[in-house]
């Protein structure tokens, strides 16, 4: 973003009309008439440094893409960044986590997962935005539920360095029915690898012997995923 993008004049929060300032417009028209840098200047209540806080959402935002982006921020990135500091960073971390468990908040809010679109989008939302490969896994119930999701694995998916014993130990504690498997493409491709289909296939076939069937293993990125069973790669059928 250029320095005159950045130094755009936007009116403070005690310079604009009572009716206009965020949290009044929250309370009269609901979160869903903000626009996303009101909502995070919400999160953030004032700025630091005398800044204006509209404008230090705003730049966030800029920075770094959008909210998917700011999600991958670390801490000490938002500490370092010009009118944030620790308490504005907790709370935007803060923040953003609590969105990202909201599809799993109450058992009787659970999704459930009947396609692969279902299971992407909450494969999306987990591990889509992360900068490193993720295997994560939803454990589902006999009415595809979902009971829960655990990442099991940081790091390149290879069979020689992935014990898929470890991926079934949790579904196996939860008693859960089936489970779907996904992992991301962090280069934001997700075309299967040689290695996906290798994994996906001793995945399935661990999953047949312990009589946990594997729904589906997907790829993510943001925005983008593949269905490994729609493929029919790895998979039997």
Not at 124 to 137: K, N, S
Not at 206 to 221: T, Y
Request: aromatic share 4%; net charge neutral; with cysteine.
């Amino acid at each position: 973003m250029s320095e005159r993008e950045e130094t755009v004049y936007r009116p403070t929060i005690k310079e604009l009309p009572t009716s206009e300032r965020p949290r009044e417009r929250l309370a009269r028209l609901g979160p869903g008439a903000l626009s996303t840098a009101e909502l995070l200047a919400i999160v953030m209540r004032t700025g630091v440094g005398g800044e204006n806080v509209l404008n230090v959402a705003a730049r966030l935002l800029a920075r770094y893409g959008g909210l998917a982006g700011l999600a991958r921020a670390s801490f000490s990135q938002l500490v370092a960044e010009r009118g944030v500091g620790p308490a504005k960073a907790a709370q935007i971390l803060a923040a953003l986590e609590l969105g990202r468990r909201l599809t799993l908040a109450a058992p009787q809010e659970r999704p459930i997962v009947f396609t692969p679109a279902d299971a992407a989008a909450l494969l999306m939302a987990e591990i889509g935005h992360l900068e490193q490969e993720h295997l994560c896994v939803l454990f589902l119930d006999s009415r595809n539920r979902v009971l829960g999701t655990e990442v099991v694995y940081k790091g390149s998916l290879t069979a020689a360095q992935f014990r898929v014993g470890e991926l079934f130990k949790e579904a196996i504690r939860r008693n859960c029915a089936y489970i779907v498997v996904g992992h991301n493409h962090p280069s934001g491709d997700p075309t299967p690898s040689p290695e996906d289909i290798a994994t996906t296939r001793a995945i399935v076939s661990a999953g047949q012997l312990l009589g946990i069937p594997v729904l589906d293993h997907l790829i993510v990125c943001q925005g983008r995923w593949v269905s490994m069973r729609d493929k029919r790669l790895g998979f039997d059928e």
